[in-house]
């Protein structure tokens, strides 16, 4: 049974930072490629940053330079580091899974960035 458990999220003042971390169980980790994706309330899910199983990484145009993700094969879990938060950043965040055909989705994890 796939397990994606996100943590770390919460409320931050506009220019502060937080740490997402997504912790997988039930799969062979490495052969996944893992992802981050958000949604706001009134708004379409949509792709945050990516990582491939190489450690290629990719990411929204809205939070280059801002976001980093990263991935720790060792422990199952992949983080996503995000610094210089704007109002328009909050969302929930929910950790992917892929190895095509096979797909899975964490519970998400609220990020509330405001004054």
């Known amino acids: 049974q796939v397990q994606l458990v996100e943590s770390g999220g919460g409320l931050v003042q506009p220019g502060g930072s937080l740490r997402l971390s997504c912790a997988a169980s039930g799969i062979t980790f490495s052969w996944y490629a893992m992802g981050w994706y958000r949604q706001a309330p009134g708004k379409q899910r949509e792709l945050v940053a990516g990582i491939t199983r190489g450690g290629t990484t990719n990411y929204a145009d809205s939070v280059k330079g801002r976001f980093v993700i990263s991935r720790d094969n060792a422990k199952n879990t992949v983080y996503l580091q995000m610094n210089s938060l704007k109002p328009e950043d909050t969302a929930v965040y929910s950790c992917?899974?892929?190895?095509?055909?096979?797909?899975?989705w964490g519970q998400g994890t609220q990020v509330t960035v405001s004054s």
């Open positions: 992917n899974a892929k190895r095509v055909p096979a797909e899975d």
